[in-house]
C-alpha cells in the first residue's frame, strides 16, 4: 500500500491529535502540524515574500502571527519532504484549502464530528499538573495520585468563555473548509462522540477503504 496523504480536520476538543497519532503509527507517515512545520523550518529564508521579517522565527520571537503566505509555504515545504502524511490544523480557512490544492493531491478527508457541548465539556474538564505540564482531564484521565489530582490548574485558554470563543472562531473560519469538501464529495465524516477506540476503528476502515 501506498503510504497515503491524509487531512483530519475538526474542532478543538474533537480528537485531532489523538487520531493522527495512530494513523501516523499504523500507516507509517507523517503526523504534519502547522506548529511543528513552523518550528522546523524556522529558518526557512522567506525574504523573497516581500515580507515584515526574512524568517518565521523573527515573528515567533517577536510574537506576532506568522502572516499565511509563510504558513502556505512552510507546509508545501513539510509535505514535499513527507512520503505520506496526516495534515492536521492546516487548512485553517477556505483560502489555505485552495492553496493546498496546489500543493498536493489527498487520498483522504477526514472530519470528527462532536457536538459543541460534548467540546466544551471536554475541553473545559481538562487540568494541567503546573509541576510536569502533564495534561489530564477530570473525568476522562483523571491522575492516579491524590497529591497530583489536589495541584491540578485549569488553564485560562480551558474556562467555559474562551472555549466558547475558539469554537466561534473555529466555526467561523474552518467550517466552511469542511463544507467546502463536503461540497466536492470528498469528505469522509466519523463520529468523533464514540469511544476512542471506537473513532480510532472507523478512522483506520476509513483510510483502508480509500487506499
Not at 497515503?4 to 475538526?10: D, V
Request: aromatic share 4%; glycine share 6%; net charge negative.
Amino acid at each position: 500500500m501506498a503510504q497515503p496523504r491524509i487531512l483530519i480536520l475538526g474542532a478543538p476538543g474533537a480528537g485531532k491529535g489523538t487520531q493522527s497519532a495512530k494513523i501516523s503509527e499504523a500507516f507509517d507517515v507523517e503526523h504534519v502540524t502547522t506548529g511543528d512545520a513552523l518550528r522546523a523550518n524556522k529558518d526557512m529564508d522567506i525574504s523573497e515574500m516581500d515580507t515584515e521579517y526574512d524568517t518565521p522565527r523573527e515573528y515567533m520571537d517577536q510574537g506576532e502571527l506568522v502572516p499565511d503566505e509563510v504558513v502556505n509555504a512552510i507546509v508545501d515545504e513539510a509535505l514535499t519532504q513527507a512520503d505520506g502524511f496526516v495534515l492536521d490544523g492546516y487548512p485553517r480557512n477556505l483560502e489555505q484549502a485552495e492553496e493546498l490544492e496546489d500543493m498536493t493531491d489527498l487520498d483522504v478527508v477526514l472530519s470528527l464530528d462532536v457536538s459543541e457541548e460534548e467540546l466544551v465539556h471536554r475541553l473545559t474538564g481538562r487540568r494541567m499538573d503546573p509541576e510536569t505540564g502533564d495534561i489530564y482531564h477530570l473525568e476522562y484521565n483523571p491522575p492516579e495520585d491524590p497529591e497530583v489530582e489536589a495541584r491540578l490548574e485549569q488553564r485560562d485558554d480551558d474556562t467555559e468563555e474562551t472555549v466558547r470563543e475558539r469554537l466561534r472562531v473555529y466555526r467561523e473560519n474552518t467550517e466552511p473548509v469542511i463544507e467546502h469538501y463536503d461540497d466536492e464529495g470528498v469528505l469522509e465524516r466519523v463520529d468523533g462522540e464514540q469511544a476512542p477506540n471506537e473513532v480510532w476503528a472507523d478512522v483506520k476502515a476509513t483510510i483502508e477503504d480509500a487506499v
